[in-house]
């Protein structure tokens, strides 16, 4: 089966999303022809905008456990690897669904529907999310986003490639993945900005992998290009927000707002007592957004 797009555009932009995944695959300012969306080149990373789900980022040695039975799961989820069914469409509008089926109870024993609108609003890209337990039991789960972004002016042979601003300018710190895709809980570190509030993005600001934000310490993140400009900014309610990219001359960034994150090191315990784990009663429904917008 071919992959099926849908896209939507005004006068500022012109978006695309893949049914394989719900997946945002191409953000494209009409006026200059600009693309801002990572597309995908696999010698760097494969994907453009996954949404993560049932969990966000890595498992202890790839399993989980609930009511004591164990289940393996592969790190941020199947839900990026899975056909939505496109539920409504308009010329702003879309959205797409997932619902739970025998091979998604065999890895996830929660009966549960997805669904993912993205909508266009001159510079803005609106994500909404809406998770719901159509299960008789309590339900578990994780969400995210991972959207990955060009570089306003990237040059491989430049060690800068701009900046990162935040809506708190000081006082702001970070985890990092120590071993297996997992964090060492309780370790935090200084984010060191500068003067004005920014964050000096170069091809060594993430040589340790992501830079973990938990507490609910910012809710914007803006990308700015070296001449310290906005580039584009992302809003979001999200608890936690990761900043990645590939190490050395690699062409784009993420800012990853998050209802979750991986494991911390050793983690054997149950799934509900993950750490930033979220419950849902039967027939609870939790919905979100974020903005993408585009400067």
Not at 10 to 18: F, G, P, V
Not at 72 to 89: I, N, P, T, V, Y
Request: glycine residues 6%; proline residues 6%; hydrophobic residues 35%.
């Amino acid at each position: 089966m071919k992959q099926s797009k849908q896209t939507l555009s005004n006068k500022r932009l012109t978006i695309q999303i893949d049914s394989m995944g719900a997946e945002l695959s191409s953000i494209v300012n009409n006026e200059t022809g600009q693309e801002y969306l990572w597309q995908a080149d696999p010698a760097f990373w494969k994907r453009h905008s996954p949404v993560l789900f049932p969990i966000v980022g890595s498992l202890w040695n790839g399993e989980y456990r609930h009511e004591g039975k164990v289940y393996k799961m592969s790190q941020h989820g199947f839900a990026r690897d899975c056909r939505f069914s496109l539920e409504q469409e308009t010329s702003s509008a879309v959205s797409y669904l997932l619902r739970y089926d025998e091979e998604t109870l065999a890895a996830y024993p929660f009966p549960f529907e997805l669904r993912i609108a993205y909508k266009l609003e001159e510079n803005k890209v609106a994500v909404i999310w809406k998770v719901k337990n159509v299960g008789e039991s309590p339900m578990y789960f994780q969400i995210g986003a991972h959207p990955a972004f060009y570089y306003p002016d990237f040059n491989p042979a430049d060690a800068e490639r701009g900046y990162f601003a935040f809506d708190k300018p000081a006082g702001l710190s970070y985890n990092l993945i120590k071993e297996k895709g997992c964090v060492e809980a309780g370790i935090e570190y200084p984010l060191p900005l500068e003067e004005d509030g920014l964050l000096p993005v170069t091809s060594h600001t993430f040589d340790k992998d992501a830079l973990i934000l938990e507490n609910s310490q910012v809710k914007k993140v803006t990308l700015l290009d070296k001449q310290k400009r906005p580039y584009l900014a992302m809003s979001f309610d999200a608890p936690l927000v990761g900043l990645w990219s590939q190490k050395g001359d690699c062409p784009f960034v993420c800012i990853e707002p998050w209802y979750g994150r991986c494991d911390r090191v050793d983690y054997t315990g149950e799934l509900k007592d993950r750490d930033w784990i979220n419950r849902l009663d039967a027939g609870a429904e939790f919905q979100t957004a974020y903005i993408i917008e585009l400067f």
